[in-house]
């Protein structure tokens, strides 16, 4: 099966994962998550590419900061 992967990127892939071998086995061994993190980068990616050339910097973080407001957990 071909995956659009050559032989050499791949093996030039795992070439690299070897000097940080530990930090990948930590990684995947740990219930920690970047997704959090991932979700606030999107929200502040869409909000920038709705309001391109008719905002900027306060109304933005004034935006970003009301969405992250109505997206966080309430108990």
Do not use: C
């Not at 590419?49 to 109304?59: D, I, N």
């Amino acid at each position: 099966m071909h995956w659009g992967y050559s032989q050499s990127g791949l093996a030039g892939f795992a070439a690299g994962l070897i000097p940080d071998l530990g930090a990948v086995l930590f990684g995947m061994s740990t219930d920690w998550s970047s997704r959090p993190v991932e979700g606030r980068v999107n929200d502040l990616k869409a909000l920038k590419l709705g309001m391109f050339g008719r905002a900027k910097q306060p109304l933005l973080r004034k935006r970003l900061l009301l969405v992250a407001a109505s997206r966080r957990h309430k108990p």
